[in-house]
């Protein structure tokens, strides 16, 4: 039984895709923008979802939405930002039960999408912009947010690191925007913003649930008409600037019981690319699983850590390393996670690390499918890449990569940062 | 052995189960169109049982705090290479979890599901402890403890826990300290596993598309193998825990970028098991959504205080010999949002919730209850959950439909009681 997504054009840059199921039990329902994330105007873009989530013409407190929602059975609504390589994207998601396991039908399919309408369409506004008030407290809330991540370590070790390692670049901007700029942003200005972005992002709907594609398309066409202008498709990701490869250190103290360790390397392979399945395979046999290296040397050989794994950007062409380790086993987990990298590009990868790397992946992405949101989530990262890959396809690409396809892959691989959180040193204060 | 079936209506799901002769219960839930088949194997052991009576013997048996988990993580050990490695030639996916009232080990394949439950069944009746491998444990595990202490959010729990409770174990830290783990030894664990991993203490949850015959014939052919001898049950020593909180305030400084606050009840009414606490923990879900859910007035005014954000939430948590309420989120006044949110918990003591709202919450329940059921792993971990707690997932949505205004209002006055109340905050330093 394949979930298939069926594409319905419904207007200049404005796409329904259509997964009709009766696999879940539910209706999910995401509407995305998108957007280059750029320093000009990353902070105006990422409050724009936090303000639409306050409230509708109709419905404009965030009790009267809550009310709303929770009387269609529990509603699910969230509108936030997500930065996919060097996009800014505005999403906005409704998930609604299916009607067949409620006792009463609502026609929830459709409601979720009429809600979606108002938010976008008719959002709570005074002297024709954005409520001040609304634009005050969720700017501050984002503000909040983003200083917040010092409470997670890992988390606050891995932003620090992408700033350190991306300086000038785009990719180095927080998708939540500026601190600063945070405090400026103006209800004028982001109502004027908004309008821009609506009328000139490209925007991707999904509908993943039990229903049917020429009925979707009435009731969007009904509900969801967006005002559309020029187009503007947005850059997946800029190229590693000329020259960047050098290795820096960059060491920061906190009062804190575990050090963090993380690494950032640039890899001369991106999603789009044929030797993408190949970078798969790299960082999955690196860090992506407790029989990876990373896992099995930090961790279980030298018992240094709890975590230590990595993770890939692809659409950028990132990979990163993170483990939690004791401050002074800095140097013994460095060399080994060095020597790991090291050996992946000396070919020192032995069958079997290959073969359970490849069955892993492989699960991950078939699992992927009893989900809508990374069914949706799969496809929208092959739309900003311009470069679509179902799973079955990219299964058997999977499939087909060899130790040397591995090898290519890690000979463009160069470290660039490394970062470290620690404790300062005993008897200093 | 025959089935027995449970069928929910509304779902549209059945589970079906039934005990082998060693008193494993099995139970199997299909889910055909899944490419995901999930097994999890728990065990009726977690943290808080640090202090009981072995079958048949006189004497008390006590062990270090932490041990359950440290068990958990030592399964993994394996004469012939590390479980992960097992697990990962069959491109399946494991992982395991200890809390307060059980260990789980579990996994997620979409290929080779017959062996992969084999290896389950295999590594968690087959312990391997070993000086060498406890060693080893002790170096991660005391990273994975000094990962939490350095949560804030982790610290702001523990710390209102210990408030709450004055000798109830569920008050230490499921982990247990860097101190109380190095006096963890083989034969200690031996003493823990021989005790509380016999199959009469134990069930198995599978669910995606299985034939459920067949999952029952390789489950009773392996455990019946293993010569199991009948068993009585573990008699769980909790020290008699006195009414009242142990402290009224706990208060800690960390390197947060704003105060945590969290307010607890300690629920000293609340049945061990069967449907009663069920129903208990389902009427005060609905009390605390109808109190402090987004479309309360109460939310809405301390959101408009500025007091609290999205991430403000309330829960109910009851694991048999305890049960509590948490209240709590980041916040930038704690004392201010004491003042406010205490007085208007009181108010709802006095007035009572009022019936539109308790009809919305019940609406809100049950839509999203739905709603999880796309989730193979909230099935299976849920359901057993529930069982070891004498109660039945299934049994959820009666419960929660059937809630009376009445009802709803008596536990709130008994749970939301201020005599049986503690804060924990977090001020940054």
Redesign the interface.
């Known amino acids: 039984?394949q979930i298939q997504f069926e594409p319905i054009a419904i207007d200049r840059g404005y796409t329904l895709w259509v997964a009709a199921t009766e696999?879940?039990?539910?209706t999910t329902v995401k509407l995305v923008l998108r957007r280059n994330l750029r320093a000009d105007s990353y902070t105006y873009t990422a409050v724009i979802p936090f303000v639409l989530r306050r409230g509708t013409e109709a419905l404009p407190?965030?009790?009267d939405?809550?009310?709303y929602?929770?009387?269609?059975?529990?509603?699910?609504f969230n509108a936030d930002v997500s930065k996919v390589g060097e996009t800014q994207n505005i999403e906005l998601l409704v998930?609604?039960?299916?009607d067949?396991?409620?006792?009463e039908q609502l026609g929830l399919s459709e409601k979720a999408l009429a809600f979606l309408g108002e938010v976008l369409l008719r959002p709570a506004t005074e002297d024709g912009v954005f409520r001040r008030e609304y634009v005050a407290?969720e700017a501050?809330?984002l503000r909040?947010?983003i200083?917040?991540v010092?409470?997670?370590?890992?988390q606050y070790a891995m932003k620090r690191l992408r700033e350190e390692m991306f300086a000038g670049e785009p990719f180095g901007l927080e998708k939540y925007g500026d601190v600063e700029e945070l405090r400026r942003v103006t209800p004028d200005g982001l109502y004027e913003h908004y309008q821009h972005v609506l009328a000139t992002s490209p925007v991707d709907l999904f509908v993943v649930g039990p229903v049917e594609p020429a009925q979707v398309a009435a009731w969007v066409r009904q509900h969801l008409t967006l005002p559309r202008g020029d187009i503007e498709t947005p850059v997946a990701a800029t190229p590693h600037p000329e020259g960047a490869g050098e290795e820096r250190v960059v060491t920061e103290e906190?009062?804190?019981?575990?050090g963090v360790l993380a690494l950032g390397y640039r890899t001369a392979t991106r999603y789009p690319d044929a030797d993408y399945p190949a970078l798969l395979m790299y960082n999955g046999i690196l860090g992506g699983?407790?029989?990876s290296k990373l896992?099995?040397n930090v961790?279980?050989k030298a018992?240094?850590?709890?975590?230590a794994s990595s993770q890939l950007e692809a659409t950028k062409g990132v990979v990163t390393v993170t483990a939690?380790?004791?401050v002074d086993k800095y140097e013994r987990a460095l060399g080994i996670i060095r020597d790991q990298v090291d050996a992946l590009a000396a070919g020192d990868i032995s069958e079997?690390e290959l073969?359970?790397?490849r069955?892993?992946l492989?699960?991950?992405m078939?699992?992927g499918?009893?989900?809508?949101g990374r069914i949706i989530g799969g496809r929208l990262v092959g739309l900003i890449n311009n470069r679509v890959r179902p799973v079955p396809e990219l299964i058997d690409d999977v499939k087909r990569v060899t130790r040397e396809d591995v090898v290519r892959v890690a000979e463009g691989v160069r470290l660039d940062t490394v970062y470290f959180l620690r404790a300062p040193a005993a008897g200093g204060q | 052995m025959a089935w027995q079936t449970i069928y929910s209506q509304?779902?549209?799901e059945r589970v079906v189960h039934t005990r082998l002769a060693a008193g494993l219960e099995v139970f199997v839930m299909p889910r055909p169109?899944?490419?995901?088949r999930y097994a999890v194997l728990s065990t009726r052991y977690g943290s808080i049982d640090n202090r009981f009576r072995r079958p048949g013997a006189a004497e008390v048996t006590e062990v270090p705090d932490g041990i359950a988990h440290f068990l958990e993580h030592q399964l993994f050990e394996d004469p012939e290479g590390?479980v992960?490695?097992g697990f990962?030639?069959?491109?399946?996916?494991?992982n395991a979890y200890t809390s307060h009232i059980m260990t789980s080990y579990l996994f997620?394949?979409?290929?080779n599901f017959t062996q992969a439950l084999d290896r389950l069944l295999d590594f968690v009746q087959q312990p391997h402890f070993t000086p060498e491998g406890v060693?080893?444990?002790i170096?991660?595990?005391e990273?994975?403890i000094?990962?939490y202490?350095?949560?804030?959010?982790h610290r702001l729990g523990m710390n209102l826990l210990e408030a709450l409770y004055h000798v109830h174990p569920v008050r230490i830290d499921i982990a247990g300290t860097v101190e109380s783990i190095r006096r963890i030894d083989p034969e200690t664990l031996y003493t823990c596993y021989d005790t509380f991993y016999h199959p009469s203490n134990m069930a198995l949850f599978v669910v995606g598309d299985v034939d459920p015959d067949a999952v029952l014939a390789q489950v009773e052919a392996d455990v019946g193998a293993r010569g199991y001898q009948p068993r009585p049950p573990v008699e769980r020593l909790y020290p008699e825990e006195p009414p009242g909180v142990a402290r009224i305030r706990v208060e800690a400084v960390?390197?947060?970028?704003?105060p945590?606050y969290a307010l607890g009840f300690k629920d000293s009414g609340t049945p061990a098991g069967g449907l009663e606490r069920l129903r208990r923990e389902v009427t005060m879900s609905l009390v605390l959504s109808a109190a402090l859910?987004?479309?309360?007035?109460l939310?809405?005014e301390l959101?408009d205080a500025?007091l609290v954000?999205?991430r403000f939430g309330a829960r109910y948590t009851s694991g048999g010999s305890f049960a509590h309420t948490i209240i709590g989120g980041?916040t930038r006044d704690p004392d201010a949002l004491h003042a406010r949110l205490t007085e208007g918990l009181e108010r709802l003591r006095e007035q009572g919730l009022a019936e539109e709202d308790l009809r919305?919450?019940q609406?809100?329940?049950?839509?999203?209850f739905?709603?999880l059921?796309?989730s193979?792993e909230f099935i299976a971990n849920g359901f057993l959950y529930y069982h070891f707690l004498g109660g039945s997932l299934f049994d959820y949505l009666d419960q929660l439909?059937s809630v009376t205004l009445d009802e709803a209002n008596r536990v709130l006055r008994e749970q939301l009681d201020p005599a049986q109340a503690a804060v924990s905050i977090v001020r940054p330093?």
């Open positions: 039984m696999k879940f039990k539910t407190t965030v009790r939405m809550a009310r929602l929770e009387n269609l059975y529990g509603a699910g998930e609604v039960a299916h067949r396991f409620l006792p407290q501050e809330n909040r947010r200083l917040s010092i409470n997670q370590k890992p906190q009062q804190v019981q575990q699983f407790p029989h896992f099995i961790r279980e018992s240094l850590a709890y975590f939690g380790i004791a079997e073969e359970n790397t069955k892993g492989i699960n991950g078939l699992s499918r009893d989900s809508p | 509304l779902l549209q169109g899944f490419h995901k590390h992960f490695n990962a030639a069959l491109g399946a996916s494991v997620s394949t979409t290929d060693k080893k444990e170096g991660i595990i990273q994975e000094r990962m202490q350095d949560q804030p959010r960390l390197p947060v970028a704003r945590l859910g987004r479309s309360s007035q939310f809405q959101y500025d954000d999205d980041e919305r919450v609406r809100q329940a049950v839509g999203e739905v709603q059921f796309n193979l439909r330093a």
